[in-house]
T-cell receptor, first 116, second 111 residues
Framework: DSGVTQTPKHLITATGQRVTLRCSPR?????VYWYQQSLDQGLQFLIQ???????AKGNILERFSAQQFPDLHSELNLSSLELGDSALYFC???????????????FGPGTRLLVL | GDSVTQMEGPVTLSEEAFLTINCTYT??????LFWYVQYPGEGLQLLLK?????DKGSNKGFEATYRKETTSFHLEKGSVQVSDSAVYFC??????????FGPGTRLSVLP
């Protein structure tokens, strides 16, 4: 158990809909990262928040957005869903801002999203 | 940009066989290197890491050595078990950069 929790575990929805994925980082971790894992694209970094502020952006679509709240939990919002958005979405956390090369990220169990 | 290349799987071995999963990288500067493992139905777990050239990371019988001259970080284990069946990801992180993961290598160990 990494200490990172994600809800829900599974989500089934229809095209065009909007969903919210939730992540609670490990106790004491200030950074939260979101990743998308799909069969054809592998593991793709989406976005990072540090202590409530957006820190880094990766391959995140404009239809997707995220935020980190004062209690440090984070939400990833996916809207106007398409079939191709079906994937595993992972949240990870780390203690610091992420500048250190050796800083480890701890992953949650993921949310499996299926868009029908 | 930075990238990680891993041998394509799946890799199928018999129990107690020797394991090597190759990983090479391209990066500016001197990144840290990681191996993560993903067991079925679970998230990624850090297996081992190395932060500078010639460092050897090791954990649970797995080991990998940071080779700057060949830009490689191959994962090895002397005797695999059925419980090692999982997907293994090589990753790098340069200073002030995000993690870059390889495509993953699926390992199946047969009894």
């Amino acid at each position: 158990d990494s200490g990172v929790t994600q809800t829900p575990k599974h989500l089934i929805t229809a095209t065009g809909q909007r969903v919210t994925l939730r992540c609670s980082p490990r106790s004491g971790d200030l950074s939260v990262y979101w990743y998308q894992q799909s069969l054809d694209q592998g593991l793709q970094f989406l976005i990072q928040y540090y202590n409530g502020e957006e820190r880094a952006k990766g391959n995140i679509l404009e239809r997707f957005s995220a935020q980190q709240f004062p209690d440090l939990h984070s939400e990833l919002n996916l809207s106007s869903l398409e079939l191709g958005d079906s994937a595993l979405y992972f949240c990870a956390s780390s203690v610091g801002i992420g500048d250190g090369r050796g800083e480890t990220q701890y992953f949650g169990p993921g949310t499996r999203l299926l868009v029908l | 940009g930075d990238s990680v290349t891993q041998m394509e799987g799946p890799v199928t071995l018999s129990e107690e066989a020797f394991l090597t999963i190759n990983c090479t990288y391209t990066a500016t500067g001197y990144p840290s290197l990681f191996w993560y493992v993903q067991y079925p139905g679970e998230g990624l777990q850090l297996l081992l890491k190395a932060t500078k050239a010639d460092d050897k990371g090791s954990n649970k019988g797995f080991e990998a050595t940071y080779r700057k001259e060949t830009t490689s970080f191959h994962l090895e284990k002397g005797s695999v078990q059925v419980s090692d069946s999982a997907v293994y990801f090589c990753a790098l992180r340069a200073r002030r950069q995000n993690f870059v993961f390889g495509p993953g290598t699926r390992l199946s160990v047969l009894p």
